[in-house]
Nanobody, 123 residues
Framework: QVQLVESGGGLVQAGGSLRLSCVASGRTFSRYAMGWFRQAPGKEREFVAAITSGTTTYYADSVKGRFTISRDNAKNTVYLQMINLEPGDTAVYYC?????????????????WGQGTQVTVSS
């Protein structure tokens, strides 16, 4: 069982920045594939970004060039740096993992989720 705890959400004006953090439990974090999803009111949960154990990264087209995913294995932590935020980025952001190291880009593929952190971007 893997536990994930997100932090760093908040209210920001359009054009602003936020950095989300997610701390994972477990002694083999360096092998985990990690990802971020988001869910806006009335919408499906969607893939945002992912990073492999080898630090290869993947992004949804809507966030390319604005969001950066990274990891610090010494801290069992994955980050999502978000810049040039837009009102359309408003959502609850969820951390996700596959401890076996597989990149997951759809909700149904993910077994482990964090509790979510709210990001609100005002216009």
């Amino acid at each position: 069982q893997v536990q994930l705890v997100e932090s760093g959400g908040g209210l920001v004006q359009a054009g602003g920045s936020l950095r989300l953090s997610c701390v994972a439990s477990g002694r083999t974090f360096s092998r985990y594939a990690m990802g971020w999803f988001r869910q806006a009111p009335g919408k499906e949960r969607e893939f945002v970004a992912a990073i492999t154990s080898g630090t290869t990264t993947y992004y949804a087209d809507s966030v390319k060039g604005r969001f950066t995913i990274s990891r610090d294995n010494a801290k069992n932590t994955v980050y999502l740096q978000m810049i040039n935020l837009e009102p359309g980025d408003t959502a609850v952001y969820y951390c996700a993992t596959d401890p076996r190291g597989y990149i997951r880009t759809t909700r149904s593929q993910v077994d482990y989720w964090g509790q979510g952190t709210q990001v609100t971007v005002s216009s």
